[in-house]
């Protein structure tokens, strides 16, 4: 220090600082872009997932539901107008099922055990959706029903692929629980993660700063008692 002259002393207190000032900006930028992309991650593909699978599940249990309608207008003969309201009502509650599934699809699937998992379910779900697409057909078959005599037998098919259908619809359920369930285990990792990073990337702000706040300030004070040594 004692052979640079007053400018370059001053020179290498002020780069000192704008390093310094520039470091801190960097830790704090690359903590910040960290968490932006754990933020992307949990807005755009966990929340969306949940939400989609939910609206699966609800409408699952809804089929179900307007099935069991069908079966309080059985010795009913003149229920025609019933079975197409609750016809109309189970394709629309399909509209939305089918476009919440299309949409879960297309969404990036956070780790390899929900792929598995989403693998295993669509081969029972397309095996659902086999069995109560028939049952469809018949309560359409029910609606153009004449007499007696042919809605007691559309009624015996409908029991038969109910009976067929109503285990799937337990398995269904369940594994659409577990995928929930697996959704909102992953949106908790990832708030804990995003805490912890939050927290880390204060810690390290703050020591950074400190760090560097006390090496400036032995800087300057060697700085400026090399100047005022000569002086003396």
């Known amino acids: 220090m004692k052979n640079r ?54 409408g699952v249990a809804n089929l179900q539901r ?26 629309s509650i399909w509209t939305q099922i089918d476009n919440a599934w299309n949409s879960y699809l297309g969404i990036n699937k956070h780790n390899a055990e ?27 078959e029910l609606t153009q029903a004449n007499g007696e005599t042919q809605q007691k037998l559309l009624f015996q098919k409908f029991g038969q692929q ?8 337990a398995d269904v359920r369940t594994q659409m629980d577990v995928l929930i369930l697996l959704n909102v285990h992953i949106s908790a990792d990832i708030h804990n993660q995003l805490l912890y990073k939050v927290i880390s990337t204060q810690n390290t702000i703050i020591y950074s700063s400190i760090g560097i706040s006390i090496f400036l300030i032995l800087l300057s004070i060697v700085i400026v008692r090399s100047i005022n040594n000569p002086l003396s």
């Open 66 to 91: 307007t099935l069991l309608e069908v079966t309080e207008w059985e010795n009913n003969y003149g229920a025609k107008d019933e079975f197409i309201k609750i016809l109309d009502e189970r394709n």
């Open 114 to 140: 929900e792929q598995n998992m989403t693998d295993s379910f669509d081969a029972n779900w397309q095996e659902f959706k086999r069995i109560e697409n028939n049952l469809g057909q018949t309560i359409t």
């Open 5 to 58: 002259t007053t400018t370059q002393k001053l020179i290498i207190l002020i780069t000192s600082f704008f390093i310094g000032l520039i470091s801190i900006t960097w830790i704090g930028n690359q903590g910040l872009l960290t968490n932006i992309l754990s933020m992307e991650d949990l807005t755009r593909n966990v929340i969306p997932a949940t939400a989609h699978l939910t609206t699966i599940n609800n």
């Open 162 to 169: 109910y009976d067929e259908i109503r285990p799937l619809f």
